[in-house]
Nanobody, 115 residues
């Protein structure tokens, strides 16, 4: 049984930083791509960052240079380091796993950027 559990969200002022964590359990392999998505109220869920085998990464244009995705396979954790946060980064952030074509989601963690 694969499970994804996000943590680390909260309220932060513009320009601040947060680090999200996604702890995963079950039969997950380092070659399985993992990603962070986000969904703002009234909007669709969009890809923020992805990490694939060999630690290749890609990012949405809106977060390039500000966010960093990383993975500690030994600890079964994926991180999203978010710096220089903007109000438009406010959303629920979801962890995503592609396990050989089967997709899994975490429950989401709220990130609010506001003064």
């Amino acid at each position: 049984q694969v499970q994804l559990v996000e943590s680390g969200g909260g309220l932060v002022q513009p320009g601040g930083s947060l680090r999200l964590s996604c702890a995963y359990s079950g039969s997950v392999f380092s070659i399985n791509p993992m990603a962070w998505y986000r969904q703002a109220p009234g909007k669709q869920r969009d890809l923020v960052a992805q990490i694939t085998s060999g630690s290749n990464t890609n990012y949405a244009d809106s977060v390039k240079g500000r966010f960093t995705i990383s993975r500690e396979s030994a600890k079964h954790i994926v991180y999203l380091q978010m710096n220089s946060l903007k109000p438009e980064d406010t959303a629920v952030y979801y962890c995503h796993l592609d396990r050989f074509g089967h997709y899994y989601w975490g429950q989401g963690t709220q990130v609010t950027v506001s003064s």
